[in-house]
T-cell receptor, first 112, second 117 residues
C-alpha cells in the first residue's frame, strides 16, 4: 500500500536560520507531489508542485524553494527563514489526473 | 485562472440533522475534478468525496453526497445525519489544467462545521 512520510512533525526555528522539510512517498511510482502551507484557521495555499524528477512549478514568489532529487522525494527549503514563514506545511501526492491527493501528517513550523 | 470559493466561514448543525456546505468554482478547463476534504483539529487531511466534471450523476460516499450543478459551477457537500465527530474544517478543492500540466490542485478557504448535541 502507498504511504507518505513527512517530518518533522513540529519545528521551532530562529529567524534567519535555514529550513529543510522532507517528504517521501512509498508504494507508488512517478507521483505528482505538492507542498502546501496553511496559516492558522485558514485554507491551504499551494506553494509548489512537481510532476517528475527535477520538475518544479512554483505558485507564489516567496522565501522558499523546492526540489525533487528522486522520484518519491520532495524537499522544501529556505536559506533564511522569516517570521512570516510560520505555518502548517503539508506534503501531498497523487497519481492519476482525477484521483484524490493523499496528505502527510504535516509539519507545524514556528519561526521565532 | 482557477478559483475555489467557500463563502461560509462557519456553520453549525444539530446532531442527526443534515447540513450543506457551499462551494463554487471557476475554471475554463473542459475537464476537471472536484474534491472535498475534512480536517479535524489534529491537522490531518481526510479525503471524503470526488466528482468528475463529466460525471452524469452526483457522487455519494456513505453519509456524504455532492450536489454538483455544472452550469452554476457549484459543488456543495451534503452531510446527512450529522455526528459529533463531523465537527471539523471542510475544504473544497479542484484539480484542473495548469500551464504545462494537468496536476494543479487548489483549495478553498474552508468552512468550520460545529455539530451540536
Amino acid at each position: 500500500s502507498q504511504t507518505i512520510h513527512q517530518w518533522p512533525a513540529t519545528l521551532v526555528q530562529p529567524v534567519g536560520s535555514p529550513l529543510s522539510l522532507e517528504c517521501t512517498v512509498e508504494g507508488t511510482s512517478n507521483p505528482n507531489l505538492y507542498w502546501y502551507r496553511q496559516a492558522a484557521g485558514r485554507g491551504l495555499q499551494l506553494l509548489f508542485y512537481s510532476v517528475g524528477i527535477g520538475q518544479i512549478s512554483s505558485e507564489v514568489p516567496q522565501n522558499l524553494s523546492a526540489s525533487r532529487p528522486q522520484d518519491r522525494q520532495f524537499i522544501l527549503s529556505s536559506k533564511k527563514l522569516l517570521l512570516s514563514d510560520s505555518g502548517f506545511y503539508l506534503c501531498a501526492w497523487s497519481v492519476l489526473e482525477n484521483t484524490e491527493a493523499f496528505f502527510g501528517q504535516g509539519t507545524r513550523l514556528t519561526v521565532v | 485562472a482557477q478559483k475555489i470559493t467557500q463563502t461560509q466561514p462557519g456553520m453549525f448543525v444539530q446532531e442527526k440533522e443534515a447540513v450543506t456546505l457551499d462551494c463554487t468554482y471557476d475554471t475554463s478547463d473542459p475537464s476537471y475534478g472536484l474534491f472535498w476534504y475534512k480536517q479535524p483539529s489534529s491537522g490531518e487531511m481526510i479525503f471524503l468525496i470526488y466528482q468528475g466534471s463529466y460525471d452524469q450523476q452526483n457522487a455519494t460516499e456513505g453519509r456524504y453526497s455532492l450536489n454538483f450543478q455544472k452550469a452554476r459551477k457549484s459543488a456543495n457537500l451534503v452531510i446527512s445525519a450529522s455526528q459529533l465527530g463531523d465537527s471539523a474544517m471542510y475544504f473544497c478543492a479542484m484539480r484542473g489544467t495548469a500551464s504545462g500540466g494537468y496536476n494543479k490542485l487548489i483549495f478553498g478557504a474552508g468552512t468550520r462545521l460545529a455539530v451540536h448535541p
